[in-house]
């Protein structure tokens, strides 16, 4: 109960940045075109919606049912959850599993072998030790690294879709969806509009945004992309990427941080080393059709630096842009000229990533 007083004024700090930056991303519709807005808590984050026509309410709610329910599934700090379960039958038996989290251990495992596992689901025996955000972040002793760092391992989770199992290979491995579940619960959110009736609506959930059908004036969607100098009470936006549809999901250094012996950590930790990744860049931004591939993709990205991680984002046909510590700014020749930079401080570097 201690906890949750100490974190309760921090949420409600970020719930105001987060109406305040809203404004930014979403374009208004005239007076005339009903809309719903609502606000709720999960996922570890705030979850905003605007939806328009006059099924917004119901399809609002019907998001907002979906996404509890996918996060009950599969957060790992969730007693009895699909992840929570999974994790404790580490080592010895194969878990049932619902139909939405194999699908998700599906994808996270995709984009963990085509990303050489700069993207790994396995990721929590370390994750946890840095415990970034919680009450107890703090540099990890090496050696403890060290020992747990063989535990993070993509090829020893094991899933069988046939009958719905899954299962890892060896005691003290655990899943961690951090890095995919956001962009998950955008796809659970969209899908819920379309089956509602809605006319069209977007929704953020942390780092990620979807969007779902056509505006009345039938122009693209604004979306900001926070600049990742900008602090949490500050929060700014550096630029604007115009979508008719799709998500977009942002790995930033800015996100979890903190700051030991006078040295900041920030929380895209490198899989096959376990500390955070220093490779020269400070945010990612992937923009795809799937809203759990641009999570994850922004996460694979950043690790994998810029050159790499395009060579990813073409295997799954998405746009990327890259910003790096000196303010330059890259971006994927299929981006278009949907990305406009509205900070001078940035610079779009004219040769594009290909």
């Known amino acids: 109960m201690e906890k949750n007083k100490k974190i309760i004024p921090a949420l409600s700090a970020l719930l105001t940045v987060i109406l305040v930056c809203l404004v930014s991303i979403w374009v208004r519709y005239g ?18 919606q605007t ?30 959850s699909d992840i929570y379960k999974l994790n404790q039958a580490s080592g010895s038996d194969w878990v049932k599993l619902d139909a939405r989290t194999i699908t998700l251990l599906q994808k996270s495992l995709d984009v963990a072998q085509k990303s050489g596992g700069a993207f790994d689901p396995t990721i929590l025996p370390i994750t946890s030790m840095w415990d970034f955000g919680g009450s107890n972040q703090h540099v990890p002793a090496k050696t403890d690294i060290s020992r747990y760092l063989k535990y993070v391992n993509f090829n020893d989770l094991r899933v069988n879709t046939e009958d719905s199992t899954a299962s890892l290979k060896l005691h003290y491995m655990a899943v961690d969806f951090g890095a995919i579940g956001k962009g998950a619960a955008c796809d659970e959110a969209v899908a819920a509009y379309r089956q509602a009736g809605a006319d069209c609506g977007i929704v953020a959930v942390g780092g990620s945004v979807g969007v779902f059908g056509t505006k009345a004036d039938k122009s693209a969607w604004h979306i900001a992309v926070r600049d990742p100098r900008s602090t949490e009470t500050q929060s700014a936006s550096m630029g604007t990427i ?16 903190f700051t030991e012996n006078g040295v900041a950590y920030h929380h895209l930790l490198n ?16 923009v795809c059709d799937n809203g759990a591939l641009s999570d994850a993709l922004s996460t ?3 690790v994998l630096g810029k050159e790499k991680g395009t060579a990813l984002l073409k295997e799954y ?16 020749d299929n981006i278009g000229n949907s990305f406009k930079i509205a900070n001078k401080q940035y610079n779009l570097i004219d040769n594009r990533v290909k």
């Not at 808590?41 to 905003?48: E, I």
């Open 31 to 48: 007076q005339r075109v009903k809309s719903y807005e609502c606000t709720n808590y999960a996922m570890g984050t705030y979850v905003q």
């Open 51 to 80: 939806v328009y026509g006059k099924n917004a309410q119901a399809a609002a709610t019907a998001a907002a049912k979906k996404i509890g329910e996918l996060d009950n599934l599969i957060s790992w700090r969730i007693t009895d």
């Open 242 to 257: 115009d979508l008719a549809s799709g998500f977009v999901s942002t790995s930033g250094t800015y996100e979890k941080t």
């Open 271 to 286: 899989p096959k080393t376990g500390y955070p990744e220093n490779n020269g860049l400070i945010s990612v931004t992937v």
């Open 300 to 302: 694979a990205c950043f």
């Open 317 to 332: 046909n998405a746009a990327g842009i890259f910003i790096s510590t000196e303010n330059k700014v890259f971006v994927t």
